[in-house]
């Protein structure tokens, strides 16, 4: 029997490291340098493991820019642009910024109404990453889970697709499993390379670029929010399954095991499609498969 409950990265991470759950689900790798003074994630998830954690990415989550204005069907945006509207510079829908990348909208001079996540949320770290990476002189803010920028804050993913939904002139960033419950508009994203829209060929053409970043069976990622590589839709997240490499209950660790290969096999990993995620690149599929073998 699994019990899941959804809250977001930060609420899992702590309650991960706290040994309040068993493992957890992220959509940000365990921290390995801590702030303060303080331990880093990664090092007090190997203090309640009593070995290290690993990170064992699981499923990718594209990150869309939801939006819902009346007259606007499609919209590209580039990194810098994006930036001036989620820090409050553009403030309306007609702004000239937003008019020269859409030449052939007619944009209505609708208020711009910013929603953002008010939980430490995973999709909050990776989208600011890919807007300090991409448009570092327009987001000077360091990433992080908590959001910097300006608008209205909703709890989770459910909280800013609906209050997007609800609001003419609304725009936030989400998974894309939830703007297209929604059935929210989707900004094609031109990150140098030519505007690119959302699908699971272009998620994927971005997961393989991405290098290892951890040690062994620690299979964090660094991925390349700033690409220009056309084709390569560059706002994504990797969702890590948070483990003990070794746990101090044997029963407990199979279970484990066992649901993360159901979850890491092909037709699992195939019918992620179907509900807004992209599945893992074959050759990452094969490591995780490594990894969870190993666990113990």
């Known amino acids: 029997k699994l019990n899941y409950n959804p809250t977001g990265s930060g609420a899992g991470i702590k309650q991960f490291i706290a040994g309040q759950v068993d493992f957890a689900g992220s959509d940000s790798a365990l921290k390995t340098e801590g702030k303060d003074g303080a ?3 990664a090092a007090q998830a190997e203090a309640f493991c009593g070995a290290p954690a690993w990170n064992i990415p699981m499923v990718t989550g594209p990150i869309a820019i939801a939006f819902n204005v ?4 499609k919209l ?5 642009v994006a930036a001036d509207i989620f820090s409050g510079k553009i403030t309306s829908w007609d702004d000239a910024a937003i008019a ?7 944009l209505p001079a609708t208020p711009i109404k910013v929603f953002f996540r008010s939980d430490e949320s995973g999709t909050t770290d990776n989208f600011t ?3 300090h990476a991409a448009a570092p002189e327009k987001w ?11 608008g209205e804050g909703k709890p989770q993913n459910a909280g800013v697709s609906e209050g997007v939904k609800s609001t003419d002139g609304g725009v936030s960033y989400v998974e894309w499993s939830y703007a297209k419950d929604n059935k929210l508009g989707m900004a094609l994203i031109d990150n140098g390379g030519g505007a690119v829209e959302l699908t699971s060929e272009s998620v994927g053409k971005a997961v393989e670029a991405a290098k290892a970043d951890g040690e ?4 964090r990622l660094e991925l390349d929010y700033a690409t220009k590589e056309a084709g390569a839709y560059p706002i994504l997240l990797v969702t890590y399954e948070l483990v003990c490499s070794k746990g101090k209950d044997a029963e407990k660790q199979k279970a484990i095991k066992a649901f993360l290969k159901h979850f890491a096999s092909a037709d699992v990993q195939k019918s992620l499609e179907e509900i807004g ?4 690149p074959k050759a990452m599929e094969d490591k995780v498969l490594t990894a969870i073998d190993a666990i113990s």
């Open 70 to 73: 009346k007259g606007i069907d």
């Open 100 to 106: 020269a990348l859409n030449k052939d909208a007619k």
């Open 129 to 131: 990453k890919w807007l």
């Open 277 to 280: 995620y992209a599945p893992l």
């Open 76 to 80: 590209v945006l580039t990194p810098a």
């Open 39 to 41: 331990q880093s994630e």
């Open 140 to 150: 000077t803010q360091d990433p992080g889970k908590k959001w910097t920028g300006s």
């Open 216 to 219: 062994g069976n620690d299979l």
